[in-house]
């Protein structure tokens, strides 16, 4: 791994209209990150599973609309009830110990959430994990309305 992957860092944050805890639930459960992990136009999850507790696993299979299968994984490292979740992401994408945090901070009747994805193969992955995250926090923004 080379520095430059190491220092490459993103963070999108995004006012939703829900409490932390609708939001924080919502990213532990696999129903609800089937109906908004859409990073992109007309991509769909068919499966994801969750073992939400700190060691605990993550799966999710992203379908892009050529029919190619996109699996991601990781382990959650930290998990404080409607605060923080921590976790690491593995995909063909990304090196191996990239790690999300996502921080919820109740304001103005929603939810400030932070999301800082740390670690990317280069700078052409973290534009795009930026824009996928992006229209992440938008579908869940939509689907918690």
Do not use: C
Not at 42 to 60: A, L, M
Not at 117 to 144: C, P
């Amino acid at each position: 791994m080379t520095d430059t992957m190491n220092e490459l860092s993103l963070t999108t944050s995004r006012h939703i209209n829900a409490p932390a805890k609708a939001i924080y639930n919502a990213w532990l459960d696999p129903e609800m990150l089937m109906k908004f992990m859409t990073p992109g136009e007309g991509v769909t999850v068919p499966r994801s599973k969750t073992d939400p507790k700190v060691g605990g696993g993550f799966e999710i299979i992203m379908l892009t609309p050529d029919n190619n299968e996109l699996p991601h994984t990781g382990t959650y490292k930290a998990l404080d009830p409607h605060s923080r979740i921590v976790f690491t992401w593995q995909s063909n994408y990304s090196p191996d110990d990239s790690e999300v945090t996502l921080d919820f901070v109740e304001k103005n009747g929603g939810t400030d959430v932070t999301l800082t994805h740390v670690k990317f193969l280069n700078e052409e992955a973290r534009d795009n994990h930026e824009k996928g995250w992006g229209l992440i926090l938008q579908t869940l923004e939509n689907v918690l309305k």
